[in-house]
């Protein structure tokens, strides 16, 4: 989980779905983020449809990133080929960025589709398309479907041929844990297949792990960024979570230097890990990343899995069972003096111990 916000940082006016703000007036707003994001799993506001409607594409979507992340790292669990050979390089966490910042677009009715650059085995290519399936947009996926083209001398860390996923295999990924319909895939290195893009866009996630790759894609798809839209990059940082600057040779230096050329302000916001957005002047919510950490602590309890555990750890008899097990253990490391064994038998030995009050 992300780093909670710090909650005067975050202006809800500036960090909210269009309908959200329209049917919660003034006086709910000034109960502040944190009071805020309470009131809207509440009763009261699950009567109301944009809440409804919010806090059920937010949940469907964190269950969604989670479990089809687990169906990733189930096919191979995290380590097993390496850092670089795991069918998965993002975290689903970081994915509700993603997702979240295009459902406040879509309430704003931002136009465009959305582009992701550097799919890899498709497992942000998977969660991106129920978010597109959903809102009704287009996701366009491209990829060398090769791995990563040759590498400057100091990307040591990067060579030619990493991530090399086929263009058949993120298919077949979407059509069993994703969704088809709204995603075209378009094969080949940037510089070449990206020439001629004309498609509006809301939403640039860029993937690619290399400034020069982040430099061709930006050197044909910049123009179609709406003005209102955002780029998302997955190399805001460096390994010890310091955000790259203009000057660094990496892809938000290659976003920085678009937004630059093109005339235009930006502001790079950073959200959580390797992941950041650079947004313009006329981005709609550019605190919509900062509040989301207040809802996804409120999904994370409503999750099944964290449910669960709880109700595990609380329930009488688990509590009763993990007692007994301790005293056996107890009993089996501390032999008794006497030679023949306790007459009682383990439970009963264990309810002398166990104080039902305490938890
Ligand atoms: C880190 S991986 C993407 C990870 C992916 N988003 C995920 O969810 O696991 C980077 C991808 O960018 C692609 N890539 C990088 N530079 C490229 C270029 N110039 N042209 C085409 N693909 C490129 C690589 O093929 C690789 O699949």
New binding site residues.
Partial sequence: MPPLPVAHEIDLEKALPRDILSDCGNTLLKLGPAQFSTWLFSQEASTIQSVIRYISFLKVMYELAQSIAEIYDWRSPPGTFGKKGHL???GPIEMMFLVNHLYVMDSFDVAGDVL??????????CVLSHACARLNRKLFV????????ATRIDQAFFSKG????SVESVRASLATIGRLEPAVLIK????D?LKGFQHPLCLLWL????F??AQ?VLRHVFDCLSPAGIIAT?EFTDFHNRPYSIDNKCPPAAIFKAYEHAGLNYRPIHLMRYLGMVLGDNAIQPDAGRFLPLLLNKLSAMDHRARQYQELKQSNTVRAAFRIKKLLLALKSKPSESASPPSTDALSIAEQYIDPEST
Wanted: aromatic letters at 14%.
């Fill in positions: 998965r390089h993002i992701e650059c550097g799919a890899s085995h498709g497992y942000s290519t491209a990829d060398s479907f090769e791995g990563l083209p990493d991530y090399a996923a080949g290195f940037f510089g297949s993937d690619v792990d290399l020069e790759s061709d997955h």
